[in-house]
Each structure stands twice: as structure tokens, then as C-alpha cells.
């Protein structure tokens, strides 16, 4: 078992900053990649991006690519998404992910976070 807590989100104005953090506890050992997703009103959840734990290889969407950007901290078992140039289309409720058994970073994800909420002001 994987658990995951979110935290970070909030209200910005267009334009602005912020970085979501994921911590991560439990058989982290056996993750192979870490993800955001996110999921706005009356929308399908959508893949943001995503980084294999063992190569720290990453992965976006196209709509937050150049804009988004997910690291890790090893010591801290935490990943991080920092978004700059941030647009009103990017709100939504963002969830962390982690998938244990290698299939693919874009869905298919085991253990799943609360969720943090972004809200982005025109």
C-alpha cells in the first residue's frame, strides 16, 4: 500500500505561481512512476504529467508543457509540481498518483491522493 497527501493548492490570478506538493509513505520502494492528474467541473479526470521514480525520466501534457514542472525529492519521499503561467483553464482539483507495477506513465495509476484544489482567476 502506497498513501499519498496532497498539498499546495489555492487561489492565483492569471499569470501567477504555485507549487503542489505529494508525499508519498507506505512500499514506496515499488513505485515506478509518480503522477498528477487533474479533474475540473462536469470534465473527465486528465493526465498532467508524470516522472519514472528510477530514471527520473518526464512526461507532460501538451497543454501544460513549458509551463509545468514535476520533480522529486528523494530524501523527503515527496514529488512536486511546480506550475507557473498559470491560465483560468487550469483550474481544477489535482490529484497526485503512483503506479506499483509498470505499465505506463500516462494512466493505469494504483494509489491515488485526496486531491488539492487550484483555482486560477482571469
Known amino acids: 500500500q502506497v498513501q499519498l497527501v496532497e498539498s499546495g493548492g489555492g487561489l492565483v490570478q492569471a499569470g501567477g505561481s504555485l507549487r503542489l506538493s505529494c508525499a508519498a509513505s507506505g512500499r514506496t520502494f515499488s513505485t515506478y512512476f509518480m503522477g498528477w492528474f487533474r479533474q475540473a467541473p462536469g470534465k473527465e479526470r486528465e493526465f498532467v504529467a508524470a516522472l519514472r521514480w528510477s530514471t527520473t525520466s518526464t512526461y507532460y501534457a501538451d497543454s501544460v508543457k513549458g509551463r509545468f514542472t514535476i520533480s522529486r525529492d528523494n530524501a523527503k519521499n515527496t514529488v512536486y509540481l511546480q506550475m507557473n503561467s498559470l491560465k483560468p483553464e487550469d483550474t481544477a482539483n489535482y490529484y497526485c498518483?503512483?503506479?506499483?507495477?509498470?505499465?505506463?506513465?500516462?494512466?493505469?495509476?494504483?494509489?491515488w491522493g485526496q486531491g488539492t484544489q487550484v483555482t486560477v482567476s482571469s
Open positions: 498518483a503512483a503506479q506499483s507495477r509498470y505499465y505506463s506513465p500516462y494512466e493505469r495509476y494504483d494509489y
